[in-house]
């Protein structure tokens, strides 16, 4: 959803940008191209993260239709211990 927020920020600035101090003069060619443009853009942004946040939704939120085993063993263990030793490693050096 960053890039959904930081495509809304954009489009609705260039909207901003055009109507500024637009009390009653009237527009250029190039400047009704520039808003509508931006315009398009950000109702295709608000529908794309309409799309976006639904496929999450039933990504996450929705029960799986399989069990899956856990097959974890030594590996995975060793692995876990090796990355937490590594965070708290780096949160140390990092303070220091």
Do not use: N
């Not at 901003?16 to 527009?27: I, M, N, P, S, T």
Request: hydrophobic share 50%.
């Amino acid at each position: 959803m960053a890039g959904f927020w930081g495509k809304f920020t954009l489009f609705s600035s260039a909207i901003g940008v055009v109507l500024k101090g637009k009390a009653g003069e009237a527009f250029t060619h190039e400047q009704l191209w520039f808003l509508g443009l931006a315009i398009v853009g950000r109702v295709e942004c608000g529908h794309r993260g309409g799309i976006l946040s639904a496929d999450r939704l039933g990504q996450y939120f929705r029960p799986s239709e399989t069990r899956l085993p856990a097959e974890g063993g030594r590996g995975a263990a060793f692995a876990m211990m090796v990355c937490a030793a590594l965070v708290g490693w780096s949160a140390c050096a990092w303070s220091m």
